[in-house]
């Protein structure tokens, strides 16, 4: 009898917040090299903040 074996793969949160950040923010997607030397999208985080910088909060304020 053959076992069956579940397959536990989490999603790629990460890349796939990436591509919808860079959907809603196209000029905030950039290209950065990832851990195997190839390119990979990235997110340019001050483009983002500067984007977004009258709804951002520092720290812990509220």
Same mark, same amino acid.
């Given at each position: 009898?053959?076992?069956? *074996?579940?397959?536990?793969?989490?999603?790629?949160?990460?890349?796939?917040?990436?591509?919808?950040?860079?959907?809603?923010?196209?000029?905030?997607?950039?290209?950065?090299?990832?851990?195997?030397?190839?390119? *990979? *999208?990235?997110?340019?985080?001050?483009?983002? *903040?500067?984007?977004?910088?009258?709804?951002?909060?520092?720290?812990?304020?509220?």
């Amino acid at each position: 009898m053959q076992e069956s *074996k579940m397959k536990f793969e989490t999603p790629n949160l990460v890349s796939s917040n990436i591509d919808r950040i860079g959907e809603m923010f196209p000029n905030c997607l950039t290209e950065a090299v990832g851990p195997d030397g190839k390119p *990979k *999208k990235a997110i340019n985080f001050e483009v983002l *903040k500067q984007m977004l910088s009258s709804e951002i909060v520092d720290g812990d304020e509220a």
